[in-house]
């Protein structure tokens, strides 16, 4: 095993390595306790009383691998998660490793805005879908962690994909890969073969992972204040309902004006008053 290199400041072990130094139990444990305790940093002796190893060398050794990457020793000599660490004990909390193979079914407290169905959720494979059975369409499909089901009512749960479908779309939206933390790119592209209905689609890929996302307009349009401003102006708070209520998102309310270079008209329409939108090859934004 190699042990950690500077490179530009930072200080790195290879992926491989760092997996490697998280295959035991006992390490497993001591992040486990460090990111449950509601204390800040474990002594020594404490942290060894909660993991419960008898054993204080076999301790020592396990601690002493996991020191510098996702432990650190703090300057009063306790322990703490590292940045790495937090990340671990959140990837194992939300079920993203060790988690497989739950599934869910169940009616949505809201109905189709086209044909007044209730809405269905079903969970598989780690993906929330939410369908309207009776138009057989699908509104959102989206990767949802298996942990966030632990102790959750159903109504909360409902929120909580509201909440996370929210923090996605916001991040892709704005590049920035949840996956990896990397850029994403964002582009015009023909898109019939991936939305239901749709002439177009917004198309954003990860230049490190490859992660990818494709979107309608309305939702790459969704947190545009002009278009928050004027749902607002009507009663509709944008923030607030669930984006599986809002028909505009998943329909056709797009014309294509140009296709070289893209230009792509949005239209909405709320009590008779219009909102003209104008998204660019460049994905910028004008109000018309
Ligand atoms: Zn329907
Ligand atoms: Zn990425």
């Not at 954003?204 to 309305?218: A, L």
């Amino acid at each position: 095993m190699t042990g950690p290199t500077e490179q530009d400041g930072f200080e790195t072990i290879s992926p491989g390595d760092a997996f490697t130094l998280l295959g035991n139990e006992t390490r497993i444990d001591i992040i486990r306790v460090l990111g449950e305790t509601s204390d800040e940093s474990l002594s020594f002796s404490a942290l060894r009383g909660r993991v419960n190893v008898a054993d204080s060398g076999q301790f020592n050794y396990h601690l002493n691998k996991l020191a510098g990457s996702f432990v650190r020793r703090t300057d009063e000599a306790e322990y703490e998660l590292t940045y790495a660490g937090a990340q671990v004990i959140g990837a194992i909390f939300a079920g993203t490793f060790n988690q497989r193979g739950l599934t869910r079914s169940f009616d949505l407290d809201s109905t189709c805005t086209t044909c007044g169905s209730v809405l269905l959720v079903e969970y598989e494979r780690e993906h929330v879908t939410i369908s309207c059975p009776t138009c057989n369409d699908q509104r959102s499909t989206f990767a949802f962690p298996p942990g966030a089901f632990e102790n959750r009512p159903r109504d909360e749960l409902v929120d909580a994909f509201d909440t996370w479908l929210r923090l996605y779309l916001t991040a892709v939206v704005e590049e920035f890969c949840l996956t990896c933390a990397g850029r994403m790119r964002g582009s015009i592209i023909d898109d019939s073969q991936y939305l239901d209905d749709q002439e177009v689609g917004i198309e954003h890929i990860c230049e490190r992972c490859t992660n990818r996302s494709v979107n309608s307009v309305g939702v790459y349009l969704l947190y545009h204040p002009a278009v928050v401003a004027f749902h607002y102006d009507h009663g509709i708070d944008l923030t607030e309902t669930p984006l599986w209520e809002l028909s505009w998102l998943h329909e056709q309310e797009t014309t294509v004006v140009s296709r070289d270079p893209w230009q792509v008209q949005f239209s909405s329409e709320i009590n008779g008053d219009h909102l003209e939108v104008m998204v660019n090859e460049d994905l910028s934004i004008s109000i018309l």
